[in-house]
């Protein structure tokens, strides 16, 4: 799977918008751009994904370069249970699973 | 809908003990299925995966066997445990290219 670049961390504050970038320079045609999150002492939740145009659901909205080497996450207003590990990932064909980096580290200050 | 179960939540077993960790899928067919696991402080690591009954491909060389005896049942083996398979095991689904995959609540083992 191509590799994905993220920040280390970032901090924002509650109810807030939170922009969460990943670069992905080396995306091939047929990958999709997935974002999950991690709690600790829990499993991934899937977040979000997309291939070429932006995305919304009721957890986030998933904006995509015109170009698709990168992508922003965006948490609309933030609250204090958004705190987490997020993960950027680009899966293409075949079925052999997620390759999960390090991730954001996202703190949320009340 | 479509859930997935895992169990038991926590273990702890002695070194050279066997184990047996089940995972399992309801409300969809032909899943994709995946054991990860996190160690302490690192990050997830895929262990094995299954497109159907019977066919398991490991991604790592590992003390560790995977089988998938029914269509949504997946299962993670050891005949004799080490110290450093603990962790937190994960399973998850999805159901091909361009689907969002499902992670079950996991796992913790202490091998003691």
């Known amino acids: 799977d191509a590799k994905t670049t993220q920040p280390n961390s970032m901090e924002s504050n509650e109810e807030e918008p939170v922009h969460l970038p990943c670069n992905h320079s080396?995306?091939?045609?047929?990958?999709?751009i997935h974002w999950y999150r991690q709690l600790p002492s829990q499993g991934p939740e899937y977040v979000i994904h997309?291939?070429?145009s932006n995305v919304n659901n009721r957890m986030a909205s998933l904006a995509i370069a015109e170009d698709r080497k990168s992508s922003t996450l965006i948490l609309h207003r933030a609250t204090l249970r958004d705190a987490a590990v997020y993960y950027c990932?680009?899966?293409?064909?075949?079925?052999?699973?997620?390759?999960f980096g390090k991730g954001t580290h996202l703190i949320i200050q009340p | 809908s479509q859930t997935i179960h895992q169990w038991p939540a926590t273990l702890v077993q002695p070194v050279g003990s066997p184990l047996s960790l089940e995972c399992t899928v309801e409300?969809?067919?032909?899943?994709?299925l995946y054991w990860y696991r996190q160690a302490a402080g690192r990050g997830l690591q895929l262990l094995f995966y299954?497109?159907?009954?019977?066919?398991i491909s490991s991604e790592v060389p590992q003390n560790l066997s995977a089988s998938r005896p029914q269509d949504r049942q997946f299962i993670l083996s050891s005949k004799k445990l080490l110290l450093s398979d603990s962790g937190f095991y994960l399973c998850?689904?999805?159901?091909?290219?361009?689907?969002?995959?499902?992670f079950g609540s996991g796992t913790r083992l202490t091998v003691v």
């Open positions: 998850a689904w999805n159901l091909g290219t361009g689907y969002g995959y499902t």
């Open positions: 997309g291939l070429t």
């Open positions: 409300g969809t067919s032909n899943p994709n």
């Open positions: 299954s497109v159907g009954i019977g066919q």
């Open positions: 990932i680009l899966s293409g064909g075949g079925a052999d699973g997620l390759t």
């Open positions: 080396t995306i091939s045609g047929t990958d999709y």
